[in-house]
């Protein structure tokens, strides 16, 4: 009997690490992740994939662990044995980033020189190949020095958190040339979904619709509204990660959808999703710019579209309308059938997709 094959996951437990690990399971994985422990569960986004492992049918599996803790990483390694590892880990907001700027780069730079040891060390002494994914960053891009970005586009991060990203993207650069490891980085734009954290803007923006139409909020408060940023949806993006490490060579992709939109353009369809003007909504609080901001990010996705065969399958206006309409379930609130049409075509199958969530 041939064995399954295993993945090992960082951050399983955010918005990325859910849909990877379904993605991975319906391709036939048993799939372990890294969990930190917390005082209340941070499993909810898996819990409508998680079985007991005392169950025969298990498998996903979770392990304990930090990326702050590399004896703990090494001996996940050691128990696992996977051959595809995916590293999501991080802490992934950028505002915050600039408060705690030693643990961003600790976990998000250091975290991942953690992991490549390991692997290197694993690999050396038992001679099998584990394949290694990075998720990379378009805010590694930072500073606009051309447009639209690709992997050539020279890189000037603005963020604690994108100069800790860039460490990890050119540590495995090196350790692909050093020591032959199949290390790939994945520079994902912005990706969206229903499962984005609630302290991200799309989210943040999609949330406050819903609870404002439920009658539990009644204003917004954020910060620039200017920049732009190139959105996609989290459940395509995932599929690129996989689809990098099953290549014959090692190498490193642009996953993006090409197209850019400011704050304000996602504002507009997002309350005009329910007929309300944002402009009777939105406040301004200074807390939320960043000490430096990136003004526009924008990607080619050209290479991964001809080497990878991938293409993003979701819309702008298909994205924001599937945030609301999950925003809005949750709350038990639904729109008359039809009301979305406008910006969301295939409306039957992000309501569908949204009932998962
Ligand atoms: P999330 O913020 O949703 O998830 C981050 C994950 O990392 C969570 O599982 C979190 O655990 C875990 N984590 C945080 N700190 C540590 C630590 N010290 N040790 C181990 N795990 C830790 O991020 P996304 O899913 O959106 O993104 C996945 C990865 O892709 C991240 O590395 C992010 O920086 C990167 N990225 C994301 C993009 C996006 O648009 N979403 C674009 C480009 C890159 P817990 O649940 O316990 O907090
Ligand atoms: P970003 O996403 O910084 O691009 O990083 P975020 O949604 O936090 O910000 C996008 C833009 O919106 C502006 N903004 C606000 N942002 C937040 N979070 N909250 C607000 O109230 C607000 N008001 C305006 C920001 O200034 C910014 O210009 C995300 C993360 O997922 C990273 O981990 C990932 O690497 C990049 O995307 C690609």
């Given at each position: 009997?041939?064995?399954?094959?295993?993945?090992?996951?960082?951050?399983?437990?955010?918005?990325?690490?859910?849909?990877?690990?379904?993605?991975?399971?319906?391709?036939?994985?048993?799939?372990?992740?890294?969990?930190?422990?917390?005082?209340?569960?941070?499993?909810?986004?898996?819990?409508?994939?998680?079985?007991?492992?005392?169950?025969?049918?298990?498998?996903?599996?979770?392990?304990?662990?930090?990326?702050?803790?590399?004896?703990?990483?090494?001996?996940?390694?050691?128990?696992?044995?996977?051959?595809?590892?995916?590293?999501?880990?991080?802490?992934?907001?950028v505002?915050?980033s600039?408060?705690?700027?030693?643990?961003t780069?600790?976990?998000?730079?250091?975290?991942?020189?953690?992991?490549?040891?390991?692997?290197?060390?694993?690999?050396?002494?038992?001679?099998?190949?584990?394949?290694?994914?990075?998720?990379?960053?378009?805010e590694?891009?930072?500073?606009?020095?051309?447009?639209?970005?690709?992997?050539?586009?020279?890189?000037?991060?603005?963020s604690p958190y994108a100069?800790a990203?860039?460490?990890?993207?050119?540590?495995?650069?090196?350790?692909?040339?050093?020591?032959?490891?199949?290390?790939?980085?994945?520079?994902?734009?912005?990706?969206?979904?229903?499962?984005?954290?609630?302290?991200?803007?799309?989210?943040?923006?999609?949330?406050?619709?819903?609870?404002?139409?439920?009658?539990?909020?009644?204003?917004?408060?954020?910060?620039?509204?200017?920049?732009?940023?190139?959105?996609?949806?989290?459940?395509?993006?995932?599929?690129?990660?996989?689809?990098?490490?099953?290549?014959?060579?090692?190498?490193?992709?642009?996953?993006?959808?090409?197209?850019?939109?400011?704050?304000?353009?996602?504002?507009?369809?997002?309350?005009?999703?329910?007929?309300?003007?944002?402009?009777?909504?939105?406040?301004?609080?200074?807390?939320?710019?960043?000490?430096?901001?990136?003004?526009?990010?924008?990607?080619?996705?050209?290479?991964?579209?001809?080497?990878?065969?991938?293409?993003?399958?979701?819309?702008?206006?298909?994205?924001?309308?599937?945030?609301?309409?999950?925003?809005?379930?949750?709350?038990?609130?639904?729109?008359?059938?039809?009301?979305?049409?406008?910006?969301?075509?295939?409306?039957?199958?992000?309501?569908?997709?949204?009932?998962?969530?």
């Open positions: 009997m041939t064995q399954r094959k295993r993945a090992l996951l960082t951050g399983i437990t955010g918005q990325d690490g859910s849909y990877l690990s379904e993605f991975l399971l319906e391709q036939g994985y048993e799939v372990h992740g890294i969990i930190r422990r917390t005082s209340t569960f941070n499993t909810d986004r898996l819990d409508h994939i998680y079985v007991d492992p005392h169950n025969p049918t298990a498998r996903l599996f979770l392990h304990y662990g930090d990326l702050t803790d590399g004896v703990t990483l090494r001996r996940i390694l050691e128990e696992v044995k996977p051959v595809e590892i995916y590293n999501l880990g991080a802490q992934s907001h505002r915050v600039f408060d705690s700027p030693e643990y780069v600790d976990t998000v730079a250091m975290g991942t020189l953690r992991l490549l040891e390991a692997i290197r060390d694993y690999q050396h002494r038992t001679g099998i190949e584990v394949r290694f994914y990075q998720a990379g960053s378009s590694m891009f930072g500073k606009v020095q051309e447009v639209p970005q690709k992997e050539t586009t020279p890189f000037y991060p603005r100069c990203k860039l460490y990890g993207h050119w540590q495995t650069v090196n350790y692909r040339e050093s020591y032959g490891l199949f290390a790939c980085n994945g520079i994902l734009f912005n990706h969206e979904s229903p499962r984005r954290g609630e302290t991200f803007v799309t989210r943040k923006i999609t949330r406050a619709v819903a609870r404002i139409l439920a009658g539990k909020q009644k204003k917004i408060y954020l910060g620039n509204l200017d920049s732009k940023r190139d959105w996609g949806y989290a459940k395509d993006y995932v599929r690129a990660m996989w689809l990098m490490l099953q290549q014959e060579q090692p190498d490193d992709y642009v996953i993006a959808t090409g197209e850019t939109y400011s704050i304000r353009e996602f504002l507009d369809l997002a309350f005009g999703y329910v007929n309300l003007d944002w402009h009777d909504y939105v406040e301004f609080d200074e807390r939320y710019l960043r000490p430096a901001e990136v003004e526009l990010l924008i990607g080619d996705p050209s290479k991964a579209k001809e080497k990878l065969g991938w293409q993003p399958s979701v819309t702008f206006s298909e994205l924001v309308g599937l945030m609301v309409e999950a925003d809005l379930q949750r709350l038990g609130l639904t729109l008359p059938d039809g009301k979305g049409a406008k910006f969301a075509p295939d409306i039957a199958t992000i309501r569908q997709d949204a009932a998962t969530v």
